[in-house]
């Protein structure tokens, strides 16, 4: 499994845009990237994944570096709903499991 | 169309004894995976079926084990239950392997006395 960094938490104010960053330099050429989060009390919902395009979606953005070893999931404009934490995980190929690390808890706040 | 659902939603055993959860995915959906989350490990991956077949497998004992059905329901066993069982059981669903996207269940929260 590629290994990850995330920051442990990250802050951010209400309706500005975030940008939470991933290091995984040991992703293989097959992995894609992918994020999940978990709001309190909730199961992990999925947010996002790339391969090497970057990819947007109605929830989020995904820039992935030309080199692969890193990706930053970009939020917009974040509301309260968006406090979470948030995963980054590459995964692909033949193995077909998320290896959850730690995750970046992100506080919104008013 | 409705999400991944998992019952029960919460559940007390005692140790010794075994457990059976169950897990209905989104309808056309074949693939189900299994994770574990407590405290102290996070999430962790138990085990990921695709029709009926266990096409991965986590580091849990043998006393995890899975199916999944031809409907493609699934459900998850622990046998001789122990205290550090106790955990919030997550199931996924996704239209085939990766990079599919999983959607999770609300989970079943066992707690093991």
Same mark, same amino acid.
């Given at each position: 499994?590629?290994?990850?960094?995330?920051?442990?938490?990250?802050?951010?104010?209400?309706?500005?845009?975030?940008?939470?960053?991933?290091?995984?330099?040991?992703?293989?050429?097959?992995?894609?990237?992918?994020?999940?989060?978990?709001?309190?009390?909730?199961?992990?919902?999925?947010?996002?994944?790339?391969?090497?395009?970057?990819?947007?979606?109605?929830?989020?953005?995904?820039?992935?570096?030309?080199?692969?070893?890193?990706?930053?999931?970009?939020?917009?404009?974040?509301?309260?709903?968006?406090?979470?934490?948030?995963?980054?995980?590459?995964?692909?190929?033949?193995?077909?499991?998320?290896?959850?690390?730690?995750?970046?808890?992100?506080?919104?706040?008013? | 169309?409705?999400?991944? %659902? =998992?019952?029960?939603?919460?559940?007390?055993?005692? +140790?010794?004894?075994?457990?059976?959860? #169950?897990? &209905?995915?989104?309808?056309?959906?074949?693939?189900?995976?299994?994770?574990?989350?407590?405290?102290?490990?996070?999430?962790?991956?138990?085990?990921?079926?695709?029709?009926? %077949? =266990?096409?991965?497998?986590?580091?849990?004992?043998? +006393?995890?084990?899975?199916?999944?059905? #031809?409907? &493609?329901?699934?459900?998850?066993?622990?046998?001789?239950?122990?205290?550090?069982?106790?955990?919030?059981?997550?199931?996924?669903?996704?239209?085939?392997?990766?990079?599919?996207?999983?959607?999770?269940?609300?989970?079943?929260?066992?707690?093991?006395?």
């Amino acid at each position: 499994d590629a290994k990850t960094t995330q920051p442990n938490s990250m802050e951010s104010n209400e309706e500005e845009p975030v940008h939470l960053p991933c290091n995984h330099s040991t992703i293989s050429g097959t992995d894609y990237i992918h994020w999940y989060r978990q709001l309190p009390s909730q199961g992990p919902e999925y947010v996002i994944h790339g391969l090497t395009s970057n990819v947007n979606n109605r929830m989020a953005s995904l820039a992935i570096a030309e080199d692969r070893k890193s990706s930053t999931l970009i939020l917009h404009r974040a509301t309260l709903r968006d406090a979470a934490v948030y995963y980054c995980i590459p995964s692909g190929g033949s193995n077909y499991k998320l290896t959850f690390g730690k995750g970046t808890l992100l506080t919104v706040n008013p | 169309k409705a999400g991944v %659902t =998992q019952t029960p939603r919460y559940l007390i055993k005692t +140790r010794g004894q075994q457990v059976t959860l #169950s897990c &209905s995915p989104i309808s056309g959906h074949r693939s189900v995976s299994w994770y574990q989350q407590t405290p102290g490990q996070g999430l962790q991956f138990l085990f990921e079926y695709f029709s009926e %077949t =266990q096409r991965n497998k986590g580091n849990f004992p043998g +006393r995890f084990s899975g199916r999944q059905f #031809s409907n &493609s329901r699934s459900e998850m066993n622990v046998s001789t239950l122990e205290l550090g069982d106790s955990a919030l059981y997550l199931c996924a669903s996704s239209l085939a392997g990766s990079p599919a996207a999983r959607y999770f269940g609300p989970g079943t929260r066992l707690l093991v006395l």
